[in-house]
């Protein structure tokens, strides 16, 4: 592709110094023609002239042509051969001009026959340069039978003579060769900063854009998360009110609890939302890639919406397939539950369709609804963070507007390729392609079981007192030994003074990330880790959901939790990290 860029620019250079040499001829052939008109039949210039006239308006036509038409890398190449072609014709007039003026015996038309053909050799070299082969044969015809002139004259000065055109040949070749190097490296250059400046501006524009989508995503991020923190705030008050009248009848209380679960629920939605979006940007997501066959993902798809179908009224259908795909069955699974739920929430009437087709070695699995559609000019907006056409007021029963952004970083992650055909009016299709496998029997989607309850001692630092005691009380319950500390050097403490009263083993750090005076979780890891001798499995809990940071985690090999955290998904992760220590050891 550079290598056709310059060869253009180079034939471009040819036709444009063309006109110069078009001039050129002009001019001197006419100042030739008065001074041999003394020496040499008139009639004889008049039909050189006119030749060389003819030549003149058809190099000007050729170049006006090259001009006006685009190229490609093989017509250029023929343009150029053109350009070589006519300037050898040239060259060849000229040449002919300086056999019959090489007129030893009238000293005056000799010298001038010699200065004219020195010139014109010599202004070949910045002329055709940009294409060595119409410099070379341009001077050879004009050189060649002024040589021949000499050496059948027989006169005296043939063999200075002879030298001389052979100096000058030789020199000019040397010169050509020089100025092919700098034009290709000068044309280069040039090719490669218009590059640069063109790539410059596609990064700034890229900023830019980057700039106002975090921009709206921050916005909508902020509403989204003050909302339902603000209905929180006003719940908290409202109960604070009602203790302060009295006992809060069960009834009253139950709607209450009710409201703050559901509040708790949007929450934690949006929450798990960002964290899935931020883990899919870090690159830390794993694709673990199994046969899954559609007829048992389909089927559970049918069970888990045929209840919402029933009560928004819609007809819902699933069409079932034998067929069986290659590829990571959770993150595909998740990736055709945001389509179908996508599906549900803005289809008011008709229904919803899942199947599939063949493609070649690919299947396709597609959603279709009978929604509002959306408009052409909207179709890759829609799959940008926040993004939600029939919800201006964003409200959140109609969804956080993160499902489809999580689809399309989640396919690009699989490379499957996601698809969008819509028609306003009249519905969407959204589709999936997977590599279609050729197998008999398939594992599809093997459930997580949770093992039995395993008791330990857990070192655990935190920073903030509220949530350390809350951590050690819940800990405790489950019946683990504690020692736990608002830094490592207090967790530490609490451990040697357990240990100088009995054994105090360790089996687990809890840590958060964020710790006091600029400490974090993993330092304070490690320090634990270099104080117990040995290495210990671990678990960082924390809020933050920067992709760099989620890197940095598990970069590390510590397992991570994300605030806010349940009871059962402390115990889940207690249990996969003591069983990760066990394989390890084992593997020891």
């Known amino acids: ?57 058809v190099r000007v036509l050729a170049s006006r042509r090259f001009f006006s038409r685009p190229h490609d890398s093989v017509s250029i190449m023929r343009w150029a051969w053109l350009a070589a072609v006519l300037s050898w014709v040239s060259g060849l007039l000229w040449g002919i001009f300086g056999w019959v003026g090489f007129l030893p015996e009238t000293p005056l038309l000799l010298s001038f026959t010699i200065v004219v053909l020195i010139g014109l050799v010599c202004g070949t070299v910045p002329s055709f340069s940009a294409f060595p082969p119409a410099l070379v044969g341009s001077i050879l015809a004009t050189v060649l039978p002024v040589a021949a002139r000499v050496i059948t004259s027989g006169s005296a000065i043939s063999t200075g003579f002879l030298f001389l055109l052979a ?179 803005y289809t008011k009437e008709g229904g919803v369709v899942l199947g599939c087709r063949k493609r070649g070695n690919h299947v396709e699995i597609q959603v279709w609804d009978t929604g509002p559609g959306i408009p052409a000019d909207q179709q890759t907006a829609i799959f940008e963070e926040f993004v939600q056409l029939q919800n201006p007021a964003r409200d959140r029963t109609q969804g956080l507007g993160l499902g489809l952004a999580i689809v399309r970083r989640t396919a690009e992650l699989l490379k499957h390729p996601l698809k969008l055909k819509s028609s306003p009016g009249r519905g969407s299709m959204f589709s999936i392609t997977v590599p279609e496998v050729h197998a008999a029997r398939a594992p599809i989607l093997q459930r997580e079981t949770v093992g039995e309850a395993i008791t330990g001692g857990i070192m655990v630092v935190e920073d903030e007192n509220d949530i350390l005691e809350a951590m050690e009380q819940l800990l405790t319950i489950e019946g683990h030994r504690v020692y736990a500390g608002r830094s490592a050097a207090e967790a530490q403490a609490e451990h040697a003074a357990a240990a100088m009263r009995g054994e105090a083993p360790v089996d687990l750090i809890i840590s958060d990330y964020r710790l006091a005076n600029g400490a974090t979780g993993l330092e ?65």
């Open 524 to 588: 304070a890891i490690r320090t634990l880790c270099a104080y117990l001798g040995h290495a210990v499995p671990s678990i960082i809990i924390t809020g933050d959901t920067s992709p760099s940071r989620l890197k940095e985690v598990n970069t590390s090999g510590s397992r991570i939790l994300h605030k806010p955290i349940s009871e059962a998904e402390l115990r889940q992760a207690i249990q996969a990290a003591w069983a990760g220590g066990r394989a390890m050891t084992a593997g020891e």
């Open 167 to 345: 100096s000058l040949v030789a020199i000019n070749f040397y010169y050509c060769r020089i100025t092919y190097r700098m034009l290709r490296e000068t044309i280069s250059l040039r090719l490669e900063n218009e590059r640069l400046v063109e790539h410059l501006q596609e990064e700034r524009d890229r900023a830019q854009n980057a700039d106002r989508a975090k921009t709206r995503f921050l916005a909508a991020a902020s509403h989204d998360l003050r909302q339902p923190i603000h209905a929180l705030s006003l719940l908290v008050s409202t109960i604070a009110v009602l203790a302060k009248r009295g006992n809060v009848p069960a009834e009253q209380a139950r709607g209450l609890a009710g409201r703050a679960k559901s509040i708790i629920g949007n929450l934690s939605g949006l929450l798990n939302a960002l964290l899935d979006i931020s883990k899919l940007d870090a690159g830390i997501v794993t694709v673990a890639r199994e046969t899954v066959g559609l007829r048992e993902l389909f089927r559970d798809f049918r069970e888990e919406f045929s209840a919402e179908a029933k009560q928004r009224g819609l007809k819902w259908r699933v069409v079932d397939s034998d067929l069986k795909v290659e590829s990571d069955p959770m993150m595909l699974k998740r990736v055709l539950n945001n389509l179908l739920t996508n599906a549900f929430r």
């Open 1 to 57: 592709m550079q290598e056709d860029k310059i060869r253009q620019a180079l034939v471009e250079l040819l036709y444009r110094n063309s006109y110069g040499v078009v001039i050129s001829n002009i001019v001197v052939s006419l100042a030739a023609v008065y001074v041999l008109s003394n020496g040499v039949s008139t009639a004889w210039l008049a039909g050189w002239l006119a030749a060389l006239y003819t030549l003149t308006a």
